[in-house]
């Protein structure tokens, strides 16, 4: 039996980056619509048809309204600027085209595409798949596994990139994929204006995670640190384990594969 390989796309992601590889060369049609999200969105997912042969596809699309994110932490992506006009203009003509492909679309109210993707993901896992979450987000590393892979496309001709564990570790320097989270706690995350630690940057964030293990050890420990790092970390304790949780990518979303 040929393996079962499941590849699931992160949409929002893959469009915003396909209409920024195209800004200073917007793709725009006879009519002066802009298709340059559409056109690289399609593009992607061709390539990844023909080359890849996925035996098993699926989309996930963030929802229209809040998250539980946006519960916990009320700025959860408030320093996002709106969406561009042109990408609000593209998606559902992206919708027809994954409709016309047949390939199932997959939207799940109070959850990102992360969550979803990632719950399905873990269960894909579980009954056999190799799974490949196709996005350029790299908070996607803290779900890799022996059989769980981020898959990155190509964007400007360099070739696709295929992270595992080993690669994870490598690009975070840390030792195992799941401090990732505790990494974004730690420095926080500009893009989802998730905080951190003021002061704190990848670099920090790594050699302490060799001394500690973790966040919540690092916090057990601060009487081990010095000067303005020891007074920052207890000043921001809260914010650093709310950090954390805004980062970590939910498994358990309500949704069977």
């Known amino acids: 039996m040929s393996e079962k390989r499941l590849f699931l796309l992160d949409v929002h992601a ?4 396909a209409h920024f590889a195209f800004i200073n060369r917007p793709l ?9 999200a559409i056109t690289g969105f399609t593009r992607t997912l061709w390539d990844l048809m023909k080359n890849q042969q996925p035996t098993h596809l699926a989309v996930a699309f963030d929802p229209s309204g809040p998250t539980f994110r946006h519960e916990m932490m009320e700025s959860y992506k408030a320093n996002r600027e709106e969406q561009p006009d042109d990408i ?8 027809q085209i994954l409709q016309a492909f047949k390939i199932p679309i997959i939207t799940i109210d109070n959850y990102e595409a992360d969550d979803v993707i990632g719950t399905l993901a873990k269960q894909a896992e579980q009954e056999g798949y190799k799974v490949y979450m196709v996005t350029p987000d790299k908070d996607y590393g803290q779900l890799v596994s022996d059989n769980i892979f981020m898959y990155k ?9 295929i992270l595992g564990v080993p690669e994870i570790c ?13 990494m974004l706690g730690m420095q926080g995350d500009s893009v ?5 630690i003021p002061g704190i940057g990848p670099k920090t964030a790594a050699k302490l995670l060799k001394t500690y293990d973790s966040l919540e050890n690092l916090l057990e420990n601060t009487d081990q640190l010095k000067g303005k790092q020891k ?8 914010i650093a384990l709310l950090s954390k949780e805004l980062a970590r990518i939910k498994i358990d979303v309500p949704i069977q594969f």
Do not use: C, M
């Open 14 to 17: 893959l469009v915003y980056r």
């Open 88 to 95: 609000r203009a593209s998606f559902p003509y992206i919708h």
């Open 192 to 196: 989802d204006n998730i905080p951190g």
């Open 28 to 36: 725009i049609n006879s009519k002066g619509f802009n298709t340059s």
């Open 231 to 238: 007074e920052k970390v207890e000043d921001n304790r809260e």
């Open 170 to 182: 490598e690009k975070w320097d840390i030792q195992r994929v799941d401090q990732v989270i505790d």
């Open 153 to 161: 496309p190509s964007r400007k001709g360099d070739g696709v990139e």
